[in-house]
């Protein structure tokens, strides 16, 4: 967060001062308001996700019930998205408004402990706030990117002589800090990641489990294409795994760690017994 509010502190510097700072700023927070208030409805409608309860997806529901009272949070909207892909995501933009959607290639793929382990690292994405902070991260991101297209548009600016970095070096930072603030944006995604995976090992006492469920996920995901998501790279982010195929745009910059050390980060959690290693 420091990293990014330096890089819009530079760049908004060089191409118009304090005055163009504060206005990049404002609509850029002004877009990512109206994504942070509406992101579910429209993530959810983008993958076609059918809201289910305890009549139509008992088994599921039950579950997703029981981790979250074991959460401490309140019981989340569930959703089935028609996917043979596994994977699953969480959103909303608190726990009062979340959403946990699995695809049905999930359901059929794990068994009980590891789907739970799965449904897990998404409620600790709601209890982590983690919408919130990458809403953050994306308003400075986008405000970063305005100010680049701003200073190629329209020059740097008029008091250039004051600048310690100079003519070239104020073009090398319009070039180089909105690559930057992705990468930073991609870090704490993938951050969060982590937290996700040891939040939902305390809430399931089960880290092997989730770890499984990630070796299983990886090795199947690849194989089976997701036309939604490839259809919007931007949201690869959320699932708790890459649904990407590897030929794609999108991969250029990892979403998520790699699942090697997510996966050697649970055994280790297993092995010294900060939580009970039960399966």
């Known amino acids: 967060m420091a990293a990014m509010t330096a890089l819009f502190m530079a760049i908004g510097y060089w191409v118009g001062g304090t005055g163009g700072m504060v206005i990049a700023l404002a609509v850029a927070g002004m877009m990512n308001l109206f994504a942070y208030w509406n992101s579910d409805r429209v993530v959810l409608s983008m993958y076609g996700a059918r809201e289910v309860d305890a009549q139509s997806a008992p088994e599921l529901v039950h579950m997703v019930a029981t981790l979250a009272e074991s959460a401490g949070l309140p019981m989340p909207r569930v959703f089935i998205i028609e996917n043979d892909q596994p994977n699953a995501f969480a959103t909303g933009r608190n726990p009062q408004h979340a959403a946990v959607a699995v695809t049905s290639g999930l359901l059929r793929y794990l068994p009980a402990p590891e789907l739970a382990g799965v449904l897990a690292h998404e409620l600790t994405h709601v209890r982590n706030h983690d919408t919130l902070t990458m809403t953050i991260t994306a308003t400075l ?4 990117g305005m100010l680049a297209n701003i200073g190629f548009f329209f020059g740097g600016s008029r008091n250039s002589e004051r600048n310690p970095l100079g003519g070239m070096g104020g073009i090398f930072l319009l070039l180089l800090a909105p690559i930057a603030a992705t990468m930073v944006q991609l870090a704490i995604s ?7 995976d040891a939040g939902a090992a305390q809430i399931t ?22 036309i939604d998501a490839e259809q919007h790279p931007a949201t690869a982010h959320m ?5 990407l195929s ?8 990892a979403t998520h760690p790699p699942t090697e050390e997510r996966i050697a980060r649970l055994r280790q959690m297993a092995s010294a017994g900060s939580v009970p290693a039960v399966g």
């Open 141 to 144: 991101a986008g405000a970063i």
């Open 190 to 196: 993938r951050t969060r990641e982590f937290a996700a």
């Open 205 to 226: 006492h089960q880290p092997l489990a989730l770890a499984r469920a990630l070796s299983r996920i990886a090795q199947a995901a690849p194989q089976v294409p997701n």
């Open 239 to 243: 699932f708790i795994i890459n649904p």
């Open 246 to 253: 590897g030929a794609h745009l999108g991969n250029l910059f």
